[in-house]
Every structure is written in C-alpha cells, then in structure tokens.
C-alpha cells in the first residue's frame, strides 16, 4: 500500500504542470469484488456478496471521473461481517475517511459520489467533516413515499427538503432531492450537503451519471491488467489487485500525456489501449539480453 501511495504521488507529479487535469476534483467511491470460490472457515477477508449466495475479496476504490483523467487515487481493503464468522460489522464511514484523507494528500477534492450502499448517516457526516461536497442516492424509507406522495398530489416532479445529521461525529445540515428517475420511471431520492434550490435539484443530480465511469474502470482494471491467481492469502489477493490499479493508472496517465503532446481532445476514450500499455510495461520489465 504504500509503494502504491508513493507511486502514485510519483505519476501525479507529472501531470502537475498540465492545465487540462483540472482541480479541485470530482470523486467517485466504490467496492469491487473478486470472487472467491474455496472454503470461507479461517478466511476473514472473504465477505459475503448482494446475492448472498456468492463469496469475494472485496476492494474500496477512490476514483477521479467527470472531465477528467480517470485515475485511482486510493485502495482500501473491506472486510465486512458474513454469517460464517465473528468479525465486526462493516464500518463503511471509516474506510471512506481513510480514501478521502489520502486523495486529499494528492489533490484538492471538490465533490464525492458514492452509490446507495453508502446511504449512511455516519458517511455523511464523515465526508461533511472532511470538507468535502457530496451527491449520495437515498434508500427509499416511509418517510420519502410521504413526500413522493404529496409530490403527485400537488402534481410536481421536483422537491427538495431540508433535513440535518446528528451523529457521535458532529452534525450538519443537509437536503434531500427528488427528481425524475433517469431511468424514466417514478422519482430518485439523492443526499447532498450543498444549499440546492428546487430550480438546480434536477440538473445538479445529474452529475451523479458521471459515476458509470467508475464500473468500465473496474472492468478494465479485472479484464485487462488483474493477474490470474488462486491463492487464498489475503495479501497474494491485495498485492495483485493494487498492482493491476497501478498499471491502470500508467495506462491512463500514458495516454493523457499523448493527447497533451499531440494537443488532442482530452475525451474519456482513450487512444492507447490497454493491450498497448500491457506489452510497453512488459518491454520495460522483462530483462533483454
């Protein structure tokens, strides 16, 4: 982990200069997972996943995405509680504190997306804490179909409510905003500390779109540049996974600076591919007599 912090603190350095990589960032925070198919007794670092019928190492990422380079700034390892063991349940907000912290060491961090599994009072209060913005979609509760329901009658397709954490960790205020689903059926429920009118509500969720850049990383990172292994040490299973962010990242910093040198348009396709990056690495490592 920390040859991971190191070298990416290398690679941004080179980029420093670059006024197409623009600060503050946005960020995006997810969890991947590899799975796992062996026995889970004496496993602590195997979790169970959605479906509960599936086992996987499980990995907490910090992405830059938007109109930017996409690249991993931070990796953090899950461990979550599963029936088949004795560990402590999942504190979510503390792995979002540790990413943050260490992407902020890196670069200014203007807003955070997260998805629906990070719908957590401590989360955001833990990101208010960090002076952070943040934009996370909402578990729908009895409380918001009372609001969606008052929404039909007095036939809006905009709300916004005004609503205030109070937590261990401090307190803050906050809105709730309800928009048009992007998926064209019934009304998305969103949490941001921002001061959002009704007005801005709809335009302003819809940076939350931004996010599917975060699920091609993740397919590229595990398609194109996870080595193959079936070991069950954890740190075989962590090592192989950092390493495969780390060559993403070259791959996507190569790139940037070949757009930059060229003057080209800094769009989210890359001209490099992957395959491309993978056999220039090989070249640099591979000894040649």
């Not at 997972?33 to 086992?55: A, C, F, L, N």
């Not at 009658?153 to 109070?166: F, K, W």
Request: some cysteine; aromatic content about 10%.
């Amino acid at each position: 982990m920390n040859g991971f912090n190191e070298t990416t603190d290398r690679l941004l350095s080179v980029i420093a200069s670059e006024a197409s990589f623009r600060r503050p960032v946005t960020a995006a925070i997810d969890i991947t997972t590899i799975p796992y198919y062996g026995e889970v007794e004496g496993m602590p670092m195997v979790s169970g996943t959605k479906d509960r019928d599936g086992r996987a190492f499980k990995f907490a990422t910090l992405s830059v995405i938007g109109q930017n380079i996409p690249l991993v700034l931070a990796v953090e390892p899950v461990r979550e509680s599963s029936e088949w063991d004795e560990n402590p349940s999942n504190q979510i907000h503390r792995t979002v504190r540790r990413l943050v912290q260490r992407a902020k060491e890196l670069v200014p961090i203007e807003t955070v997306l997260c998805d629906r599994e990070f719908d957590s009072m401590r989360v955001f209060q833990t990101l208010s804490n960090l002076d952070v913005n943040y934009l996370i979609p909402k578990r729908v509760s009895s409380s918001e179909r009372d609001v969606f329901e008052q929404m039909d009658e007095d036939d809006q397709e905009v709300a916004v409510e005004s609503a205030s954490i109070h937590v261990e960790a401090g307190s803050h205020p906050m809105r709730l905003l309800y928009v048009p689903s992007t998926s064209g059926e019934g009304t998305a429920v969103f949490a941001t500390n921002l001061r959002v009118g009704p007005e801005e509500a709809e335009t302003f969720c819809q940076r939350y779109s931004r996010r599917w850049q975060i699920e091609s990383e993740y397919k590229s990172i595990k398609g194109d540049f996870l080595a193959k292994t079936s070991s069950k040490d954890y740190r075989v299973r962590l090592f192989y996974f950092v390493f495969a962010v780390l060559l993403y990242n070259i791959w996507r910093l190569t790139d940037f600076l070949l757009k930059a040198g060229v003057d080209g348009e800094m769009d989210y396709a890359p001209v490099l591919t992957a395959g491309e990056c993978v056999e220039l690495v090989a070249s640099a490592l591979i000894p040649h007599d």
